[in-house]
C-alpha cells in the first residue's frame, strides 16, 4: 500500500512523528505507560510542523483517541480510562496545538495547509490527490487490505474500541478521498488487523523465543541499505548495471540523481545567463537549486502557482497557442525534455520564430529569434 508514497520526498520524514505520537497515544490509552510520555507528542509535533504540511495529523490523532476514550467512559465499558487520565490525552492535543506553532510562518502555516487542501491545481490536476481507483499494486493492495480487514472483523473474538473505530473510519474516508493518504490508513489499520488476527477462533504454534532476533534481524536488514546509499557510499557498491545507467556516475552533483536532470543544461545556461525561461516542470526544482538567479516557470510546487497558469502550461507542452500563450508571459527562452514534451520540440523545429540554441540527450533550449 505504501508503494506510491516510497519515492524520496519530505513527507517521508512525517511518517517518524506520526508513528511516534500513534504509539504513544495507543500505549497510554492502554494502560503501559505513564502520562510523561504524551510529553513526546507536542515536541515531535515542532519537527513535524516544520517538515511536512501533513503535520494536521499530529492534532488528530490525539483528538480521535480524547473523543473515543470519552466515549468508552460514557458507555462504561471496563477497560475505560479514568477522567483523569482522559484530561492528559485533552491536554495532549492542546499542547500539539501550541507546539505547532513554533514555525517561521507562525499561525499563517495553518492558513498555508487550508489553501493546500483546497488548491484547484493540486486537487484537480494531480494525480495522487485523486481518489484511489483500483488499477496498480499500491490501490490494489488498499482496496484487498480493506476486505481482509472487514473478514478478520466478523470472525474474531476482539471488539473494537471506540477509539479503533473512529481511527479506522476515519483514516479509511481520508484515503479514500485521496491516494497520498493511503499510506496513514496503513500504520493506523494494520497494528489494529493484527490484534484481530491473534483473536481469531484459530490455533496458532506458539513460538515464544527468549529475544526477539527476528525482530533484530529485520531492523538490521532494512537499516543497512538506507546507510549504504548514501552519496559517500553508493558509487561503492557493486550494483547492477541497470541501476547505474539510470544515475548520474563520477558527477559532480552527485551519484543519486537521475540522468534526465538537466545538470548539462543547467550549467550552458549558468554560462549563457539571460532571458524569461519557460521550463518544463520537474526541471523547476533543479534550477531553483542549481541556478537560483534564473526564475522558473512553474515547479512540482503545484500550489504555489495559479490554476489558469497551468493550464497555460498544459496547452504550451501539447502545442496548443503556443506562441500565443508564451508571448502573454514574455518568454523568450525554453528548456524543454525531450521525452516529456516532444510535442513542443516537434513544433518548435518546424517553427521559423524559434532557434535551437543546446541539445542534448535529454534537453533542449530554444530561443525567440529577434525580428530585424
Known sequence: ??????????????????????????????????????????????????????????????????????????????DALDWGRIGFIGGTCLA??????????????????????????????????????????????????????????????????????????????????????????????????????????????????????????????LFCPVILVQPWFVERLPLPETYWRQVLRGSAAGPLINIGTPVAATEYLKSHPGGRLFNEMGYGSYLIWALPNQGVFVDPRVELYPYDQWMDYIHINNGTNYNQILSKYGVDRILLDKKLQPELSTLLRGDQSWTLEYDNQYSQIWTKVVSP
Open 1 to 78: 500500500m505504501s508503494m506510491n508514497n516510497l519515492i524520496v520526498r519530505t513527507q517521508i520524514w512525517a511518517w517518524l512523528p506520526f508513528i511516534v505520537a500513534y504509539l504513544v497515544l495507543t500505549r497510554y490509552a492502554d494502560g503501559k505507560i505513564g502520562w510523561q510520555w504524551l510529553i513526546l507528542c507536542p515536541a515531535s509535533m515542532i519537527f513535524w510542523v516544520n517538515v511536512h504540511g501533513s503535520f494536521i495529523l499530529g492534532l488528530i490523532l490525539p483528538g480521535a483517541f480524547f473523543a473515543g476514550e470519552i466515549i468508552s467512559k460514557l458507555v462504561k465499558r471496563e
Open 96 to 221: 500539539s496545538g501550541l507546539a505547532l506553532l513554533v514555525n517561521p510562518r507562525f499561525t499563517g502555516i495553518i492558513n498555508y495547509s487550508i489553501n493546500l487542501l483546497t488548491n484547484p491545481p493540486s486537487q484537480q490536476l494531480i494525480e495522487e490527490w485523486q481518489s484511489p481507483t483500483p488499477q496498480g499494486l499500491a490501490n490494489i493492495s488498499f482496496y484487498i487490505s480493506i476486505v481482509i480487514f472487514i473478514i478478520i472483523l466478523a470472525y474474531s473474538k476482539y471488539r473494537l474500541k471506540p477509539t479503533e473505530i473512529i481511527l479506522v473510519i476515519g483514516f479509511l474516508w481520508l484515503a479514500w478521498s485521496g491516494q497520498r493518504y493511503v499510506i496513514w490508513y496503513g500504520i493506523i489499520s494494520m497494528p489494529i488487523l493484527a490484534q484481530m488476527i491473534r483473536e481469531l477462533p484459530l490455533k496458532f504454534p506458539t513460538f515464544i523465543p527468549q529475544k526477539n532476533w527476528l525482530n533484530i534481524g529485520i531492523a538490521i536488514l
